[in-house]
């Protein structure tokens, strides 16, 4: 008798995309990189996996790679100092300064990175197996009184602009500065400034600014804004967190709320009695002087010795957790279409079980877990941050009639 035919086997079906794979096929950006501050020490190589440190390094070529970073916006940032004509002019030389650094690092490295200058830059230079390159500048301190900078350092590729940091200044209140000296928001220069990086086609950035100067910077802007790095209130009251009814007003407007990894704007964070001490010492050895105004041999002399503080007494940490609680709070405010990443790294981002850049599928991980789609993923790590800056370009008004 003869055997009957073996029935066919149905084929096996393709095992399902593990997190890890979805995260190095999306384009992943971050836009709050403060890497360029480590541009000028001796001991950093971009192309180095250089030995991390929370908070100041964590972003190089190696690490990028593992954690599948294509790049982002490369921070161009200068600490706030007197409102007077020699400062502006000495800020205005470090900002230049830094920007040319920026420059040298990718020309230097020309198969491995890219300067970019338009939203369509991001995916070409991604696809060609660079990292991306933009350039942003934190605090407009160094553009001083004389507007026409701005549009030098879009010349040089600055695309992204935040009017101020710690302390009020020129343009506008900042969120953690209360003194009694406030603008009520943005001043008549700040208003100027607005208009132009409009002009031009920038992002404008409001994180570091008071609520009152991102409700005027909104009401002006031509374009919707981005908080580049912040956190959410509802998690962390702090100054510089923002509160819900704020972050829905930014994503009416069609902004979007960048989530960052900085310990102490996520939780309150008490230093241990022995780290106190450490710190009071040092306040009473520079005898109240600020290192953000400080001459250049005070502050490098101040930062030496805080980095001693920090390596006998170490900081206490956010984790990982915490930081999750603060970007699906924002996610569950105001949605997929206005939430990205902006960690702060290598300028005191960073948390435990996400140290440096080489961590980040962990956030994809996680996003797909609660039940975020690939398209809603994509939107966080780079489709919002470039949809604004698409607007920009798009509400771009070409040059001076002056």
Same mark, same amino acid.
């Given at each position: 008798?003869?055997?009957?035919?073996?029935?066919?086997?149905?084929?096996?079906?393709?095992?399902?995309?593990?997190?890890?794979?979805?995260?190095?096929?999306?384009?992943?950006?971050? $836009?709050?990189?403060?890497?360029?501050?480590?541009?000028?020490?001796?001991?950093?190589?971009?192309?180095?996996?250089? +030995?991390?440190?929370?908070?100041?390094? =964590?972003?190089?070529?190696?690490?990028?790679?593992?954690?599948?970073?294509?790049?982002?916006?490369?921070?161009?940032? $200068?600490? =706030?100092?007197?409102?007077?004509?020699?400062?502006?002019?000495?800020?205005?030389?470090?900002?230049?300064?830094?920007?040319? @650094?920026?420059? %040298?690092? !990718?020309?230097?490295?020309?198969?491995?990175?890219?300067?970019?200058?338009?939203?369509?830059?991001?995916?070409?230079?991604?696809?060609?197996?660079?990292?991306? !390159?933009?350039?942003?500048?934190?605090?407009?301190?160094?553009?001083?009184?004389?507007?026409?900078?701005?549009?030098?350092?879009?010349?040089?590729?600055?695309?992204?602009?935040?009017?101020?940091?710690?302390?009020?200044?020129?343009?506008?209140?900042?969120?953690?500065?209360?003194?009694?000296?406030?603008? /009520?928001?943005?001043?008549?220069?700040?208003?100027?400034?607005?208009?132009?990086?409009?002009?031009?086609?920038?992002?404008?950035?409001?994180?570091?600014?008071?609520?009152?100067?991102?409700?005027?910077?909104?009401?002006?802007?031509?374009?919707?804004?981005?908080?580049?790095?912040?956190? !959410?209130?509802?998690?962390?009251?702090?100054?510089?967190?923002?509160?819900?009814?704020?972050?829905?007003?930014?994503?009416?407007?069609?902004?979007?709320? =960048?989530?960052?990894?900085?310990?102490?704007?996520?939780? +309150?964070?008490?230093? $241990?009695? @022995?780290?106190?001490?450490?710190?009071?010492?040092?306040?009473?050895?520079?005898? /109240?002087?600020?290192?953000?105004? %400080?001459?250049?041999?005070?502050?490098?002399?101040?930062?030496?010795?805080?980095?001693?503080?920090? *390596?006998?007494? +170490?900081?206490?940490?956010?984790?990982?957790?915490?930081?999750?609680?603060?970007?699906?709070?924002?996610?569950?405010? !105001?949605?997929?279409?206005?939430?990205?990443?902006? *960690?702060?790294?290598?300028?005191?981002?960073?948390?435990?079980?996400?140290?440096?850049?080489?961590?980040?599928?962990?956030?994809?991980?996680?996003?797909?877990?609660?039940?975020?789609?690939?398209?809603?993923? #994509?939107?966080?790590?780079?489709?919002?941050?470039?949809?604004?800056?698409? #607007? %920009?370009? %798009?509400?771009? =008004?070409?040059?001076?009639?002056?």
């Amino acid at each position: 008798m003869a055997c009957s035919p073996e029935a066919p086997q149905p084929e096996a079906a393709p095992a399902p995309e593990s997190a890890a794979d979805l995260h190095d096929r999306l384009l992943v950006m971050d $836009t709050h990189l403060d890497t360029p501050a480590n541009f000028s020490k001796a001991d950093f190589d971009i192309l180095a996996d250089n +030995p991390s440190v929370l908070g100041s390094v =964590q972003v190089d070529l190696p690490k990028m790679q593992r954690g599948g970073l294509d790049g982002g916006f490369w921070v161009i940032f $200068t600490p =706030q100092g007197p409102l007077d004509a020699e400062s502006y002019e000495a800020a205005k030389q470090a900002a230049l300064t830094r920007g040319d @650094e920026i420059q %040298a690092m !990718v020309a230097a490295n020309p198969d491995s990175f890219e300067m970019a200058y338009t939203s369509a830059d991001a995916g070409r230079i991604a696809a060609a197996g660079k990292r991306i !390159v933009y350039q942003s500048m934190e605090n407009s301190y160094p553009i001083g009184t004389d507007l026409s900078l701005v549009e030098v350092f879009y010349d040089k590729g600055l695309r992204m602009i935040g009017p101020v940091h710690f302390r009020d200044n020129q343009f506008a209140d900042s969120a953690t500065d209360f003194s009694a000296s406030d603008h /009520g928001g943005l001043s008549p220069l700040g208003e100027e400034l607005i208009k132009e990086a409009n002009r031009l086609g920038m992002i404008l950035d409001g994180s570091h600014a008071a609520d009152s100067t991102v409700d005027d910077m909104i009401a002006l802007s031509a374009t919707p804004l981005i908080l580049s790095h912040t956190g !959410v209130k509802a998690v962390y009251d702090h100054p510089r967190n923002i509160d819900d009814a704020l972050m829905r007003k930014i994503a009416d407007d069609g902004g979007v709320i =960048q989530i960052n990894a900085y310990g102490g704007y996520l939780e +309150p964070l008490e230093p $241990t009695p @022995e780290r106190q001490a450490a710190l009071d010492a040092l306040e009473v050895e520079f005898d /109240g002087i600020s290192p953000l105004t %400080a001459d250049d041999e005070t502050r490098e002399r101040y930062f030496a010795r805080r980095e001693e503080v920090d *390596a006998a007494f +170490p900081a206490p940490r956010s984790t990982f957790e915490k930081f999750i609680e603060h970007l699906l709070h924002a996610l569950e405010i !105001v949605g997929p279409d206005h939430v990205g990443m902006g *960690a702060d790294w290598d300028g005191g981002g960073g948390v435990e079980g996400m140290e440096d850049v080489s961590f980040l599928p962990k956030v994809t991980e996680r996003l797909l877990a609660e039940g975020y789609t690939e398209a809603e993923i #994509q939107k966080f790590w780079s489709g919002n941050m470039l949809r604004l800056m698409e #607007q %920009a370009e %798009a509400a771009k =008004q070409g040059p001076s009639a002056e």
